[in-house]
């Protein structure tokens, strides 16, 4: 029975069954961490041959001879631009090949905008105004870079096939201080939304006012399935956008983090011919190149795209007894009371999950009073604020699957009992 059915008395029952599981479950002491999407040790086993794919008797050339012991090469070794253009379905040409991770390609991206200006134009630090649309829910680090630097952001709501895209036209087609949007194209973080190919082609299609609007597709899970037999495809934005007319429109990002390691990972940026010169520019400044050594040895350990594909069915086979060991506890006991909603990605890091509105903040400060620790309500939102206190991004990664099922038991427990109290609010 829908709980917004239920008479008071009905309720005012149900509230003080669900209090007393609820002590009973405090009783039991967990002490479980669901607030970050990061893998297993377990998980993280699966790549340890990674660290003796090369060792003091390997041959330290890449392909090209460049000795990767030494300085040298800005954008990358041939074979590293190659196996990440692969991974991100573009092509070597379209890549740098950066350090360990993506975030901080990301946050130089926006930190040149705003000092030095995208190819030529005013440096957004001189504007008087400058704006990022933001899909929500989204990646809490993606708004954290652009909240630094006094980016004024704009939610933009998300479907299944992606960010209600006549808002995101109607924004960037006429508005100049709009310079940006965050995209997680593929399985988004958190709710495993890939977008559609109507929806990536009127990206390409878009006709910004500002010349230096660009796109951030971060495509951080690309090759990040959870099954063998459902698996999400995505357009190439950057041939879309070459066909569109628009070739320097994109910075699109990835990484290995959740690939071989978190933190030790490498990770490129895929962009025009233009653009990346113009990044290069800076860059060399910068730095005198990355770490070669260990571009070379992802390439030995996997090889190409298909040594990357058999890896990430590994990872697969930790990540989806956890996601289903959540999806089985949302479906059976939240199925059809009315309280919450979710969707069962097919790829990804996180489940995302929507409660009665003004019932988030609740849900989460009850899981953690009982043990379990849930990313913060408000965090998937430009500065934390979830309009409708209403969001709960669960990452299944890092728990074992025993645990997930008592994390999951225990959030089911605390999504009735806020939501029976708002009800009788
Ligand atoms: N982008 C998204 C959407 C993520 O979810 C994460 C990690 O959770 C990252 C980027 C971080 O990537 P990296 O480790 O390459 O900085």
Redesign the pocket.
């Known amino acids: 029975m829908q709980y917004s059915e239920m008479s008071k008395e009905e309720l005012l029952t149900l509230q003080a069954e669900l209090n007393q599981q609820y002590a009973e479950a405090k009783a039991k002491g967990l002490n479980l961490d669901m607030s970050?999407?990061?893998p297993s040790a377990t998980q993280l086993n699966v790549s340890l041959g990674l660290l003796d794919a090369i060792n003091a008797s390997s041959d330290l050339k890449a392909e090209n001879g460049t000795d990767c012991r030494n300085y040298g090469v800005l954008d990358g070794i041939p074979e590293a631009k190659k196996l990440m253009a692969d991974m991100m379905g573009t092509t070597p040409e379209h890549i740098i090949v950066y350090g360990?991770?993506?975030?901080?390609?990301?946050y130089d991206q926006v930190s040149r905008a705003y000092t030095h200006g995208i190819l030529g134009n005013t440096p957004w630090g001189r504007l008087d105004k400058v704006k990022f649309l933001c899909p929500v829910p989204?990646?809490d680090?993606?708004f954290a870079i652009t909240e630094h630097f006094g980016i004024e952001m704009i939610n933009i709501p998300m479907s299944e096939s992606g960010p209600d895209m006549d808002m995101v036209e109607q924004y960037v087609n006429n508005d100049e201080t709009v310079k940006g949007i965050w995209c997680?194209p593929k399985y988004?973080?958190p709710q495993g939304f890939t977008y559609s190919d109507e929806t990536v082609k009127r990206f390409a299609n878009l006709k910004p006012a500002a010349k230096d609007f660009r796109i951030f597709w971060?495509n951080?899970?690309v090759i990040h399935h959870l099954y063998d037999d459902k698996q999400d495809e995505i357009l190439d934005i950057i041939s879309e956008c070459e066909k569109a007319g628009n070739p320097d429109m994109v910075f699109e990002?990835?990484?290995?983090?959740?690939v071989s390691f978190?933190?030790s990972?490498i990770?490129a940026l895929a962009s025009s011919e233009a653009n990346l010169a113009d990044i290069k520019k800076s860059l060399t400044i910068q730095t005198i190149g990355y770490d070669k050594l260990n571009q070379l040895r992802h390439v030995r350990y996997f090889k190409d795209i298909n040594g990357l594909k058999e890896h990430m069915r590994k990872h697969a086979e930790q990540m989806r007894p956890k996601f289903e060991a959540v999806l089985e506890v949302l479906n059976t006991e939240l199925g059809g009371l009315g309280i919450g909603s979710w969707y069962a990605p097919r790829g990804?890091?996180?489940i995302s999950f929507d409660a009665m509105e003004g019932c988030a903040k609740e849900i989460v400060a009850k899981c953690k009073e009982a043990g379990v620790k849930l990313t913060n309500a408000g965090a998937t939102f430009p500065y934390g604020k979830d309009p409708k206190d209403s969001n709960i991004r669960i990452a299944p990664s890092f728990p074992t699957p025993e645990e997930m099922a008592q994390a999951a038991d225990l959030f089911v427990l605390c999504v009735k009992l806020v939501s029976v109290e708002k009800l009788l609010a």
């Open positions: 970050r999407g990061k360990n991770a993506s975030l901080n390609i990301m989204g990646y680090r993606h997680v988004s973080n971060d951080a899970y990002f990835a990484s290995t983090s959740k978190p933190g990972g990770a990804g890091y996180f």
